[in-house]
């Protein structure tokens, strides 16, 4: 019988989720079917129970459904519960299984693709939303020295900073306390969906290794403009941490972990 899978979301016309797990199937020759799954913003527990009620063996989740599909799992593995939030859930014994790979695959990203080696480095994040908390784990496991993190609400700066403060050092701060620069700089707010910049100031840019949007398919944003502007080594988009994460939720579900290179190469749009 063929196995199912899906990422469920709202809205979900952006997703590549499909064309990369497709990608991955053949690979190996998996006899699997992948599908995007609009979910009710009301009713996101329901449709992911009547999934696999129906056979569903595994699924992706985006946004905004990454909170409560860790609170409805039986078991939430590390990386999603230290943030409160799933990327991946997989149906196993009766149980739901919840774990979080936007982090490591983020990680794995910078330092295999880009080669941007993390031990030792200082690094900023613009924005206090899910994706920062699901990154933060990994890279203090990476060994990186120091992390920002900048918001407009220093508050909720504040509070994802204390979720993993005891493992390493990180701080909060508004973006207008930024007066030094940073060796990777990550825009991780929802700016760029709407043609924006987060309001990073030029300094943060000194020295800078590494710019890194992690919207993925918007071309070179004004963040990426702004950052290239003001002396950053590199410029990339996230569509390298898209396919990475979703190379390791493939390989939590099938036991296989797939090439990843021809994949990225396929979705990336040239930063122009």
């Known amino acids: 019988m063929t196995d199912r899978y899906a990422?469920?979301?709202?809205?979900?016309?952006?997703?590549?989720?499909?064309?990369?797990?497709?990608?991955?199937?053949?690979?190996?020759?998996?006899?699997?079917?992948?599908?995007?799954?609009?979910?009710?913003?009301?009713?996101?527990?329901?449709?992911?129970?009547?999934?696999?009620?129906?056979?569903?063996?595994?699924?992706?989740?985006?946004?905004?459904?990454?909170?409560?599909?860790?609170?409805?799992?039986?078991?939430?593995?590390?990386?999603?519960?230290?943030?409160?939030?799933?990327?991946?859930?997989?149906?196993?014994?009766?149980?739901?299984?919840?774990?979080?790979?936007?982090?490591?695959?983020?990680?794995?990203?910078?330092?295999?693709?880009?080669?941007?080696?993390?031990?030792?480095?200082?690094?900023?994040?613009?924005?206090?939303?899910?994706?920062?908390?699901?990154?933060?784990?990994?890279?203090?496991?990476?060994?990186?020295?120091?992390?920002?993190?900048?918001?407009?609400?220093?508050?909720?700066?504040?509070?994802?900073?204390?979720?993993?403060?005891?493992?390493g050092s990180i701080h909060a701060c508004g973006y207008n306390a930024i007066d030094r620069g940073f060796d990777v700089v990550l825009n991780a707010t929802s700016a760029s969906l709407l043609g924006e910049c987060p309001p990073v100031p030029s300094i943060a840019f000194e020295g800078t290794t590494l710019a890194y949007e992690m919207v993925y398919g918007k071309g070179k944003t004004p963040f990426l403009r702004l950052a290239e502007a003001n002396g950053a080594d590199q410029i990339a988009d996230g569509v390298g941490m898209l396919v990475e994460q979703a190379a390791l939720a493939f390989a939590w579900w099938r036991g296989k972990r797939p090439d990843t290179a021809p994949v990225i190469e396929a979705l990336t749009i040239p930063l122009q």
């Open 7 to 167: 990422v469920f979301g709202n809205p979900l016309s952006h997703t590549k989720s499909p064309f990369i797990h497709a990608a991955f199937a053949a690979q190996f020759g998996e006899d699997m079917t992948y599908e995007a799954i609009e979910a009710p913003v009301d009713g996101f527990e329901a449709a992911v129970r009547a999934f696999f009620a129906a056979g569903g063996k595994g699924l992706n989740v985006t946004v905004p459904f990454k909170v409560a599909a860790e609170a409805m799992a039986d078991e939430a593995l590390e990386a999603a519960n230290i943030c409160g939030a799933s990327n991946c859930l997989k149906f196993e014994n009766g149980r739901i299984i919840a774990d979080n790979f936007d982090g490591v695959g983020l990680v794995r990203d910078i330092e295999v693709n880009f080669g941007v080696e993390l031990k030792g480095k200082r690094m900023l994040f613009a924005g206090a939303g899910g994706a920062t908390r699901g990154a933060l784990g990994p890279f203090l496991e990476a060994g990186v020295a120091e992390i920002w993190i900048a918001n407009r609400t220093i508050d909720k700066a504040e509070a994802v900073a204390q979720l993993l403060g005891p493992r």
